[in-house]
């Protein structure tokens, strides 16, 4: 009923094949990909490249598509997530222009899903960063569109250090922000990259939006999350979010899955549920990455069709 992956960032230091491979020996049937420029990481979790959208060519994309067949794995999506809104325009084109390679490489490699963020300047209000949105945004939904590619925004608020304080990198964070998102850009090739642990540190029912969004669902990340009561009760919400939540493999945490795999069965959901390994406790080796991705498995399993 649902295509179980993994998202490949956690396999960093991995080829390609390596991953395809590792995702074909442990029961995997696709993997989002990431493909950032290749450099220097501005982040954890980011810098990864296991697509080159700069370089891609056709007759790399068909030897993707050939290993692809061979191991019986495809490509969930393409991940690329930077800040499309960054007050410095320079960068803001930078990161806008891979972007659109990337969504191009995607056509060229007949994936249909392209994930990232919207982007935010966290210094300005609301209201000054929908100014940006609209100035941005509908000419990237119109280039997806034009190469069949469905843009998945993640809901994750990008508000974890002390640069991107007070608001974060990402504005496409609640309910209230996607429904009038959708309303500026309707288009059906824009939705979202559903990840319920961000909805649950912010204090927000993880299982509700599903139902409200459930033609906006393009792509699922399963990451869970726990909340350190006893921290929130001393630093409050305001505190960067990180002094009193971290990401956890799915089922370490306070997601509910049952419920969670419920309401996308109700809706009928039929796409793709990847793996997104963030917990620091599965770290320190490779091995230690394997094990949280194999237990991460291991427990969702129980939701999914053989």
């Known amino acids: 009923m649902h295509d179980l992956g993994l998202v490949s960032a956690i396999l960093a230091d991995r080829s390609l094949e390596d991953v395809i491979l590792f995702a074909a020996a442990h029961r995997f049937k696709c993997v989002e990909l990431m493909c950032w420029p290749k450099g220097r990481a501005e982040r954890r979790y980011a810098g990864v490249t296991h697509i080159d959208a700069?370089?891609?060519?056709?007759?790399?994309?068909?030897?993707?598509?050939?290993?692809?067949?061979?191991?019986?794995?495809?490509?969930?999506?393409?991940?690329?997530?930077?800040?499309?809104?960054?007050?410095?325009?320079?960068?803001?084109?930078?990161?806008?222009?891979?972007?659109?390679?990337?969504?191009?490489?995607?056509?060229?490699?007949?994936?249909?899903?392209?994930?990232?963020?919207?982007?935010?300047?966290?210094?300005?209000?609301?209201?000054?960063?929908?100014?940006?949105?609209?100035?941005?945004?509908?000419?990237?939904?119109?280039?997806?569109?034009d190469h069949n590619v469905k843009i998945g925004i993640e809901n994750c608020p990008m508000l974890f250090t002390q640069d991107e304080w007070p608001g974060g990198k990402n504005m496409a964070v609640s309910p209230a922000v996607w429904e009038r998102m959708f309303t500026l850009i309707p288009s059906p090739s824009f939705g979202l990259n559903y990840d319920p642990s961000h909805l649950v540190w912010q204090q927000m029912d993880e299982v509700r939006p599903i139902y409200d969004f459930r033609e906006r669902i393009f792509h699922v990340h399963l990451k869970d999350v726990r909340v350190y009561r006893e921290k929130l009760n001393r630093c409050g919400i305001l505190a960067i979010p990180l002094d009193y939540h971290s990401p956890k493999l799915p089922g370490l945490g306070e997601v509910n899955w049952r419920s969670f795999f419920g309401a996308l069965t109700d809706i009928r959901y039929r796409g793709p549920v990847c793996i997104e390994v963030e917990d620091k406790a599965f770290e320190s080796t490779p091995e230690d990455v394997h094990n949280g991705i194999l237990l991460s498995r291991n427990y969702l399993e129980q939701f999914l069709a053989g």
């Open 54 to 145: 700069d370089t891609l060519t056709s007759e790399e994309a068909a030897a993707i598509k050939q290993l692809l067949r061979e191991q019986n794995v495809y490509i969930s999506g393409l991940g690329y997530y930077p800040n499309p809104l960054d007050p410095d325009t320079e960068k803001a084109s930078v990161y806008i222009a891979h972007l659109k390679k990337v969504i191009a490489a995607a056509a060229l490699l007949g994936v249909s899903r392209v994930n990232t963020f919207i982007g935010r300047d966290p210094t300005a209000t609301l209201e000054h960063n929908f100014a940006l949105f609209q100035k941005v945004w509908p000419d990237i939904v119109r280039f997806a569109e």
